[in-house]
């Protein structure tokens, strides 16, 4: 019984073994020969490992020769008999110049690059509204490979359009901020337009709309209720900065600051919106400032007045929500505004105590 027990068992195990390979099936195996760049951009490298110097830099659609594979890496040779050492995942067998479309640039002075990178070398710049032929395209959709006669450069994807340069309608962004996406429907975005930014209205379609940023960028917004050819700009009035170092931004995400003005310098205010910021010129541009920043007289002597939120719980000794809470607010407590750092304001509360609290955490009236 246990001899025969032990016999099932002993075939159950090498019906097993026989079925199982004994090493796992490899990903599809790159020949050698003409082969092309599969990846936006790829390292050429003098040795086998990402950590050694990088000879070249090649990009998507490009043709180079392999001369060997080995593991994970391909032994390619460029035209001038130069060896080194490539990724095969970076690699394909098949031609990569598969795209072949018409592209009309939709900005001036458009540069074209040697590689797939903002960083490479510019080869050249287009003209407003010429065509090209696109003969690959990244897999991000960010590149374009485009060809000239017999020669081949790079430009970014949402400067160019499949349809003819055209003049379209100029409108204006209404609400706080909206996102540019490569694509209609898409979360992947290239762009953020602005209160009070303009743009050119391409096209109206199944809820969304194809614009025409100022830039020359071409995308999409998923919400078409947010574009006006009225122009939002129409507030015109000056106002005063409260206190020493308060930044000016080029988004309404209010981050990176361009800039910083000092108290009681004039801004002038183009557009406010509810979210708590105003859209603002200054030295013949637009930027977007804090509106708790912001009065229609100049700041006292002993700074402004302004008054805690119910948000405002605590002052901290340092401008983050990490640091040590060094004094207890309640709404409506009078707090003066006597400067900025980081993302924090400076302030001092009535009984004398100096620290930190967030600009969404003040109000301009005790209610």
Request: proline letters at 3%.
């Amino acid at each position: 019984m246990i001899k025969s027990i032990l016999r099932r068992t002993a075939a159950i195990l090498m019906c097993i073994v026989l079925t199982v390979p004994l090493f796992p099936t490899a990903a599809s195996a790159l020949s050698k020969g003409a082969v092309y760049v599969s990846a936006t951009t790829a390292g050429v490298y003098a040795s086998k490992s990402t950590s050694a110097k990088k000879i070249a830099t090649v990009s998507f659609g490009q043709k180079i020769k392999c001369t060997a594979v080995s593991g994970k890496w391909a032994t390619v040779k460029n035209s001038a008999g130069k060896t080194g050492y490539m990724l095969k995942s970076e690699l394909s067998d098949k031609d990569t110049n598969t795209y072949k479309k018409t592209v009309y640039i939709q900005k001036d002075g458009l540069k074209v690059r040697m590689n797939a990178s903002t960083g490479s070398k510019t080869i050249g710049k287009l003209k407003l509204g010429d065509d090209y032929i696109a003969v690959a395209k990244s897999l991000n959709g960010r590149w374009l490979r485009i060809k000239n006669g017999k020669h081949y450069g790079y430009v970014q994807t949402v400067y160019t359009d499949t349809s003819p340069y055209k003049k379209g309608t100029k409108v204006y962004m209404t609400e706080s901020r909206i996102s540019v996406t490569i694509a209609p429907h898409s979360w992947d975005n290239i762009g953020t337009i602005n209160l009070g930014q303009s743009c050119t209205l391409l096209e109206k379609k199944n809820g969304y709309a194809k614009v025409r940023a100022g830039n020359g960028m071409v995308g999409y917004i998923n919400d078409t209720s947010c574009l006006s050819t009225k122009n939002p700009n129409t507030l015109n009035k000056t106002l005063y900065v409260q206190a020493n170092n308060m930044a000016y931004y080029p988004n309404a995400m209010l981050k990176n600051p361009a800039g910083v003005l000092n108290k009681n310098a004039p801004v002038k205010v183009v557009a406010h919106h509810s979210d708590g910021w105003y859209r603002v010129k200054i030295k013949g541009k637009y930027y977007y400032m804090d509106d708790i920043v912001l009065h229609e007289s100049k700041a006292p002597a002993k700074g402004r007045t302004y008054y805690a939120t119910s948000f405002c719980k605590h002052i901290y000794q340092k401008p983050s929500i990490s640091a040590k809470k060094i004094a207890t607010v309640k709404k409506g407590d009078p707090l003066i505004l006597l400067g900025r750092k980081g993302s924090g304001l400076k302030v001092k509360n009535a009984d004398g105590i100096i620290g930190y609290v967030l600009s969404s955490e003040l109000s301009k009236t005790p209610g």
